[in-house]
């Protein structure tokens, strides 16, 4: 069973930065692609970054590209989401989920249960 845990999130002002971590269990971690989602009340989530189980390759949306960054640590079975410059568009609840994005966003059994980041301008 996928048993992800989200850490970091918090209120800050447009411009800084936060880092998200999740802390995977219940599965085989390295043997997993990754990806960190997002979703603001009354909208459907939206992909923000994935990345390949080795961590070789690295994907990100339009919006956070040059200012998100993803990493994964398999080692300690942990996934890392950094996130500068930060923009009040940004304001949403993060979650991270296992497996890729075409596969993650229809299945909330693989997403964590989310942490929130608030940016105000």
């Known amino acids: 069973e996928v048993h992800l845990v989200e850490s970091g999130g918090g209120l800050v002002q447009a411009g800084d930065s936060l880092r998200l971590s999740c802390a995977a269990s219940g599965f085989t971690f390295g043997d997993a692609d990754m990806c960190w989602l997002r979703q603001v009340p009354g909208k459907g989530p939206e992909w923000v970054s994935a990345?390949?189980?080795?961590?070789?390759?690295?994907y990100y949306a339009d919006f956070v590209k040059g200012r998100f960054t993803i990493s994964r640590d398999n080692a300690k079975n942990m996934l890392y989401l950094q996130m500068n410059n930060l923009k009040p568009e940004d304001t949403a609840v993060y979650f991270c989920?296992?497996?890729?994005?075409?596969?993650?966003?229809?299945?909330?059994?693989?997403w964590g249960q989310g942490i929130q980041v608030a940016v105000s301008s």
């Open positions: 990345i390949d189980e080795d961590g070789t390759g690295t």
């Open positions: 989920a296992a497996g890729d994005p075409t596969e993650a966003l229809h299945n909330k059994e693989l």
